[in-house]
């Protein structure tokens, strides 16, 4: 079962977004483990908050694994599409910041910027702020064992064995559980979103 793992830690980028795409919880895991301190990286830079920059790193990695089937190779490389998911949701809390009086960062505040957002990017900002809540929802509707696999996993950042010895659960309970809570996740994000995915 290490073998097993292993494998999916030595697969490249595009391999591992087309197992993401196929609802592959390990693929998903995997591509977190090689870029989710980058993702956090570049959200602690833009927004200089530490737990600001977690709940973006949380968002990306649902929206990849949301989002993974839409991904295409010709545009560019995996790590430069997550990369620009990172960078449209550390903007979009950068403007749910701005809304507030005596905005935190005056660099942000150029007008420049302002008027470079388009209408897209500011619709792209409010569906972030529903999937942002959508997400919560879902994952406190859980049952807690899914709950518990899944924020260790894509959340904190440990592998499946970890968790397995973490909490004393055999690795197939453990990898069973995630899978079963992103499925759950996929399910109903999709529901309430289906009007707002077609183009």
Known sequence: MGGERLDYQFLDDQALIRLVAQAQTEALSALYDRYGRLVFSMALNTVGDHSLAEEITQDVYMRVWEKAHTYQAEYGKVVTWITSI???????????????????????????????????????AVESLQQKQRIRQAIAQLPEGQRLALSMAFFQGYSHSEISAAINEPLGTVKTRIRLAMQKLREALYDEQVPSREI
């Open 86 to 124: 990172a960078r449209y949701r550390a903007i979009d809390v950068l403007r749910h910041q701005r809304a507030r009086p005596e905005g935190h960062r005056a660099a942000w505040e150029d007008s420049s910027f302002v008027e470079g957002m388009n209408s897209g990017l500011v619709e792209e």
